[in-house]
């Protein structure tokens, strides 16, 4: 069993920055992908980036992509979201994923364990 405990969202303005981390309980880390989805309200959830057990291989949404940077650091077991450049539209709960693969999915019945979320919310 996989306990992932996400942080660091809060209310910002437009433009400005966030960086969220997710602490995972599990021995294994490194042979885990970890992933970032969002669900904004009355909106189905979306894949926000991801990440493959090495660091190595890293994929973005679109919509995202030159703005948020997704890391990790195996030797803390925590994966981080750099949100840089924020807009209203980035608004949602985020949530930290995991699955036991080399490498992430875009999909959420991709992830076997999931976060309780943080809130973002960007103000205009």
């Known amino acids: 069993q996989v306990q992932l405990v996400e942080s660091g969202g809060g209310l910002v303005q437009a433009g400005g920055s966030l960086r969220l981390s997710c602490a995972a309980s599990v021995r294994t880390f490194g042979t885990y992908a970890m992933g970032w989805f969002r669900q904004a309200p009355g909106k189905e959830r979306e894949f926000v980036a991801g990440?493959?057990?090495?660091?190595?291989?890293?994929y973005y949404a679109d919509s995202v992509k030159g703005r948020f940077t997704i890391s990790r650091d195996n030797a803390k077991n925590t994966v981080y979201l750099q949100m840089n450049s924020l807009k209203p539209e980035d608004t949602a709960v985020y949530y930290c994923?995991?699955?036991?693969?080399?490498?992430?999915?875009?999909?959420?019945?991709?992830?076997?364990?999931w976060g309780q979320g943080t809130q973002v919310t960007v103000s205009s």
């Open positions: 990440i493959g057990w090495s660091g190595a291989a890293t």
């Open positions: 994923t995991a699955v036991r693969s080399v490498v992430p999915t875009t999909t959420p019945r991709g992830y076997d364990y």
